[in-house]
């Protein structure tokens, strides 16, 4: 009695050891076709860099002064801090786009357009409609600037 008790100890153990059905190299497999996966979605969901799209709204064209005007940036920020921060960070990307390095893919009229023209913008604009599906369909809320503060606002991102 006593030796078949121990046998059927070392029987349970062995079996409850070997739980789990998945081969080791199988888990190794299917864990770098997930990641795989996951980095190629990542990759083909960036918006292409478009630099001679001025979008759609009030501002045909934009250019700037060679240097910054720190006052206007500074109210810009202000403005961004108010109004921009639930959806963008300066640094890096949230709900929206980061805005560093902003003027390295989009044009200056093309950035003051989407922020005084977001409806319009996310309907009509190929990028605009491109940024959309690449951030879930949130669309960008209608903060109601003006060109003054648009501009603020611009200013502000060059400094990033």
């Given at each position: 009695m ?35 996966n ?22 045909n064209?934009?250019s ?26 300066a ?6 786009p980061?805005?560093k ?8 009229a ?6 005084l023209?977001?409806d ?5 604009d190929?990028?605009?409609?491109a ?11 209608n903060q ?12 502000y991102?060059?400094?990033?």
């Open positions: 006593k030796i078949f008790k121990s046998y059927s100890l070392i029987i349970f153990l062995l079996l409850t050891g070997c739980g789990n059905s998945t081969k080791p190299e199988e888990k190794s497999i299917y864990k770098r076709i997930k990641v795989e996951k980095q190629e979605t990542k990759s083909t969901r960036v918006t292409p860099i478009d630099l001679e799209n001025n979008g759609i709204g009030p501002i064209n934009y700037f002064d060679k240097e910054i005007n720190a006052e206007l940036a500074n109210q810009g920020k202000q403005i961004f801090d108010a109004k921009c921060t639930a959806c963008h960070n640094n890096r990307r949230l709900i929206g980061s805005m390095g902003i003027y390295d893919r989009r044009s200056p093309w950035v003051m357009n989407i922020m023209n977001p319009q913008m996310l309907k009509e190929p990028v605009a409609v940024l959309l599906k690449e951030y879930n369909n949130i669309l960008m809320i109601n600037l003006t060109i003054e503060e648009a501009k603020k606002l611009a200013e991102f060059r400094t990033l």
